[in-house]
């Protein structure tokens, strides 16, 4: 395949249409955060239909090394790294067990524990060592170059928050650590530490699971273990001898695994024979560690963990790894729907049971450690590749993700379903179309954006009628004769519905309203209404109307009839329209009847608002439109040379400081207004374009970041989408099927 910088105009299109659909394709597929290892299906094409048992191999981790430095502490976003100085900033995290309260990691399902020989019972209230009568509380410390931060309690289940309100300048440190005591812990005396510390220096920016885990087979601790739950409930065995270490305890600890895992036992511990007796049962499979203690708090496990399932699985199986299925399509819960231990031929073979998108995860029994993972296409498309160096997000105003990299926006997925539909990838089509059709509310609305490998939605309530309307009107392009066929169930219904939920938004002026829900201090406001319209939401709303309507006609809903007032509405001086200039205004807000432009204009009501306007038989509006695109968009970045329309300037609203630079979504979607009316321009903005794809055939979503305005440099997919559509129509390779 040739370079997209290199070659004639035509050729260097051609191949950024190649390219650009081979990494549409490659968002489709799942990530995994965990790295070290990995777990391969020997049959890629089974999906959330499929029944029987789903199988592959897999790899061990490598190896520790100084290249792969480990830190007990999961930091996990949203952490809003990279950080901004003088800023509020809050952090999430996760402790990697067993370095939690050694409470377990749900906590003690008798909720004490009894007395031993010179040792007084635990009290579930107190939650520090206090000399060697309690298990230990832990905590992260939060510091910026040796400076504490914060310094935040680790719950039960292994989460930590903190929040600091103003962010100083300096690399971040997290340490895990314990006190001997309550009162030590509260003047922050006696720090214990335990573990590594995460280091922001070690990597940079890499605030969520990507570092790598090492496995090494520790050796046997435990031999010759009997479980006899005839009552009392007792475990015999014998502990292999242990290096000991000065001044420090060691407790054998004991967990029942079953709808999580729950401590049983903290029994003392010596080389020899043991017997550990209690009168309550076992509750589900037993684990046995050897952990060692400082002042009553435990800060390592010591050698290999005695796991249940494993050790019943004999020596064709690793003692302390093992494979774990989940279903992701309905709710995750804390038990996998599957367990296995991993075998030593290193494949794996698991039921699927129940149904769904289906989850197999290689996991350390002992750490709880997750090495790899394998997840099932859902048929969605990430919206984003976020580069370690910028992991964290800051909030993007009303609405927050996490796990950004696994999140796909609606409106992306309407663009590419139309790109898969125009390059004839029936198969992705096919599972886009499925997931769409999944992640439908019931009221016909689709949330703003889900999570990739559960279908399920960050916030089912957040709904915006731009995407609402662009997902209709995809779905109304998949159910047209030539693709109607791909696609179990007919799309039309969703469309249709969808449609139906976006028109209860009609405000007085006859335009749609933004839509429904917000997030506010992390808090879904699920019945807020947006009080704002968008000509590009109307925009994209006209064109589902009259599609529908051209289609299948108008019958209980006037889709002619609706498409009309729409129209009529955007063309009304002073709501859509501003005769003064002959442009499309941004938006407004009706109130009381009357409708207020917002005063502001972006570029998008430029090119999709000419595209329309030659729709509606407005020629000349339309060239006068794409004409001040030309004039005030158009810009050339002066490091690289590279051309293109940005999104926003200061001159039509927006803030002084907004950063004027390429912007590829809206770049390409001009080349689509420009082929109407100047094809040998349209020609030439495109080939000019794809010189700033990346190899991989994605684009940034735009070539500079604009903070102000919320603009990153991230690989996109809704760039790679438009390029397809932009290679579309007379002299092209493809027939145009969007905007037609």
Sequence with gaps: MSDPQTGTADERVRTSVRRARDFILSQQKTRTPWKSSVLAPADPAIDRFSAGTWQGTFTLPPAPGPSQPYSPVIVTAPLFFPLVVGRAATFNGLVDAPFSSMDGWIGRRDGEEPAEAGRPAARSAT???DGGANWGSYYVVGSVDGATQFIA?????????AEVSRVIAGSWTFQLVTYPAAALAARD??????????RQSDRPGDVRRYWTVSYVESPPQFRDVVLDSSGPFVIRGRLNGFDAVAGRSYRIFVT??????YAWALAVAAPGPFTISRAFPFGGRIKLRLVEMLEGCAVRVVGQVWAEENAAAGDGCFPDLRIEYRSLTTAISAVPDSIVPARRDMKWAVSLVPKGVGRVSLVDVNTKRICGEYTMPSGLIRSFIV?????GQRPLKDVYYDAFNDTCFLYDQAVALIALLQLGERAAARQLVDALLNVQNADGSFPFANQQATLSAHEAGIIRNGAQAWVCYALLIADQPQFRGWFAERPLAAALAGIDYALDYLNAKGLVDGGRGRI????????YVVPWWSTEHNIDLWWALDLAHRLYGSGSVDYAGRAAALKAALLENGVGWDSATGLFWQGGIVSKGVNKPDGMRAFDTHSWGAVLLEKWGLKAAAAASLARAGELYAVTDPATGLRGYTTFISRDGYPPDTIVSPWYEGSLGMVIALRNQQPHKANELLAALVLAQNPDGSYPYALRDDPVNEIHTFPCVIAPAWNVLAWSGEGTSYPRILWI
């Design 189 to 198: 005396a006696g720090r214990i530490p335990v573990g590594a510390p995460w």
């Design 153 to 161: 309690r680790v719950a039960a289940n292994r989460h930590w928050k």
């Design 127 to 129: 939650q520090f060592g």
């Design 256 to 261: 029942s695994e079953a709808d999580g895992e």
């Design 387 to 391: 580069p370690a160096a910028d992991a």
């Design 520 to 527: 506010v201090e992390g808090v879904l406001e699920a019945d």
